[in-house]
Nanobody, 115 residues
Framework: QVQLVESGGGNVQAGGSLRLSCAAS????????VGWYRQTPGKQRELVAQ???????NYVDSVKGRFTISRDNAQSTANLQMNSVKPEDAAVYYC?????????WGRGTQVTVSS
C-alpha cells in the first residue's frame, strides 16, 4: 500500500526555521520525483520545491535562497528545510510524488507563521 506521511509542521516565528519531512512507503522511492506543494484557503495549490530522481531541484521564485529540498533514497524520505520563514509562507504543505504509476499526495501538514 502506497503512503506519504508529512510531519514537522507547526508554528514558527517570522525569520525562523522549520523542517518538514515526508516519509514514503510502498514506492520504489529512488525512481520518483518528489515535490512539496502548499495551499492556502481560496488559492490553488502551488509547487514550492521539487527534486527529481537525479537530484535536480527547482523552486518557486518566492522561496529561492530560503528553502532547500532534499531526499534520502535509502530512508525513502524527503525534507523541506525552510529558513527565513515569512508570514506569506503560512499554508498547508503537501508532499507529492510522481512516477511511472501515477501521482500521489500526502494529507498535508500545517505551517503557521507568527509575526
Amino acid at each position: 500500500q502506497v503512503q506519504l506521511v508529512e510531519s514537522g509542521g507547526g508554528n514558527v516565528q517570522a525569520g525562523g526555521s522549520l523542517r518538514l519531512s515526508c516519509a514514503a512507503s510502498g514506492f520504489t522511492f529512488r525512481l520518483l520525483t518528489v515535490g512539496w506543494y502548499r495551499q492556502t484557503p481560496g488559492k490553488q495549490r502551488e509547487l514550492v520545491a521539487q527534486i527529481n530522481r537525479s537530484g535536480v531541484t527547482n523552486y518557486v521564485d518566492s522561496v529561492k535562497g530560503r528553502f532547500t529540498i532534499s531526499r534520502d533514497n535509502a530512508q525513502s524520505t524527503a525534507n523541506l528545510q525552510m529558513n527565513s520563514v515569512k508570514p506569506e509562507d503560512a499554508a498547508v504543505y503537501y508532499c507529492n510524488v510522481q512516477g511511472t504509476y501515477g501521482t500521489y499526495w500526502g494529507r498535508g501538514t500545517q505551517v503557521t507563521v507568527s509575526s
